[in-house]
């Protein structure tokens, strides 16, 4: 079914969002620093940065609520500084934060946007049933959104965001707050949702999320994008396996083990170094006890892993930040002060 929306004419090739030398500033504090990317038809794409990274401004200017100031951007095939409505009317949004109106009740909610945006009066029914069924509020309908917990509030604004049947839909930091099993389940929806045929723009500070959704991932940090590409791309551009060592003299043993043909590269930590090897470390582990012991250095510790999205954004950033306030199971980036 067709909602009378024009569909943009792409200019790239498969390409549903472009984004080229995009910069934005808030008076002094640069939050967009000449950013360049390309979203595919189809994609789920995520922006993984840290709290301040400028992920939601990226994502603001890109659904027309922040101006452009420098660069340009295309959205289903409509620019962004001159076909505003065109872009309005191809694009749901979920925002960060909850706008849900509290004295609504879930269809109200739904059925007012609708209107809102014009939809025939069957064409909207027919969309609040499909969605309410999608999101699982089947039992909450009546509900006044107050009432609602956390995920069945998420859940709506999703809903919401994807009543107009967009070509795109923008997700701001989309389980931001919510319990472990409430996101896991937001993901489902969004594979659905993408699966159906939206492209899915998402922002993170959660490195499972951006894993575990992404078809691609732009790490972003300081207002710059610092590298993109699929996850496991990203994870197998480390090695194949991580060794981290304590030793007695870890400068020392930094030393012997770069002279193997296959170490890749070693980074230091405060109380040890990271091996990042490109075969089995399984096997190459006692090789490389030996090689240490024979050079006179004791071994205090050691762990083998798989590299994860925490290592490639310490790999990219050269920080590392965890959020000690996030929900177990969850690994977050969280920015420091800036020095
Ligand atoms: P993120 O969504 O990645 O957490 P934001 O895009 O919200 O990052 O913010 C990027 C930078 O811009 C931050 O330094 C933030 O403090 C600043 N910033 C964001 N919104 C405003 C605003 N309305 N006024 C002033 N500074 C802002
Ligand atoms: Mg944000």
Redesign the pocket.
């Known amino acids: 079914m067709s909602l009378g929306k024009g569909i943009g004419v792409l200019t790239l090739e498969g390409s549903i969002i472009e984004v080229n030398d995009l910069e934005?500033s808030?008076?002094d504090?640069?939050?967009?620093d000449n950013i360049s990317f390309t979203v595919q038809e189809g994609e789920i794409f995520s922006?993984l940065?840290?709290?301040?990274?400028?992920?939601?401004?990226?994502?603001?200017i890109l659904t027309t609520l922040l101006m452009i100031q420098k660069g340009t951007a295309k959205v289903a095939g409509y620019d962004v500084e001159k076909e505003p409505e065109k872009v309005r009317e191809s694009i749901g949004i979920v925002f960060?934060e909850l706008t849900l109106d509290r004295d609504m009740t879930v269809r109200e909610i739904l059925e007012y946007h609708g209107r809102l945006y014009s939809m025939p009066k069957t064409a909207r029914q027919e969309r609040i049933e499909e969605l309410i069924k999608l999101v699982e509020l089947e039992g909450k309908r009546d509900t006044l959104t107050r009432h609602l917990s956390g995920g069945m509030k998420r859940r709506l604004e999703i809903a919401r965001g994807l009543m107009t049947r967009p070509k795109v839909l923008f997700m701001?930091?989309p389980t931001l707050g919510l319990d472990p099993q409430t996101r896991i389940r937001i993901w489902e929806y969004v594979k659905d949702i993408n699966q159906q045929g939206t492209t899915i723009f998402l922002?993170t500070?959660y490195m499972d999320e951006a894993d575990q959704l992404s078809d691609r991932i732009s790490i972003?940090d300081h207002?710059e994008i610092i590298v993109t590409g699929k996850p496991w791309e990203l994870k197998n551009a480390l090695g194949q396996d991580l060794i981290y060592l304590e030793s007695s003299d870890n400068a020392a043993a930094s030393g012997l083990l770069k002279g193997l043909s296959s170490v890749k590269g070693i980074r230091e930590k405060s109380k040890g170094i990271v091996v990042m090897v490109n075969v089995d470390g399984t096997y190459l582990l006692p090789e490389i006890m030996d090689l240490l012991r024979n050079g006179g250095i004791r071994v205090k510790a050691v762990n083998l892993k798989k590299p994860s999205m925490d290592d490639v954004f310490v790999h990219y950033t050269g920080r590392e930040f965890r959020d000690e306030g996030a929900e177990k199971g969850s690994v977050a980036i969280v920015?420091a002060g800036r020095r």
Do not use: C, M
């Open positions: 934005y808030f008076g504090v640069k939050a967009v922006f940065g840290p709290n301040g990274a400028g992920k939601s401004t990226v994502i603001n960060q701001d930091e922002t500070h972003i207002g920015r």
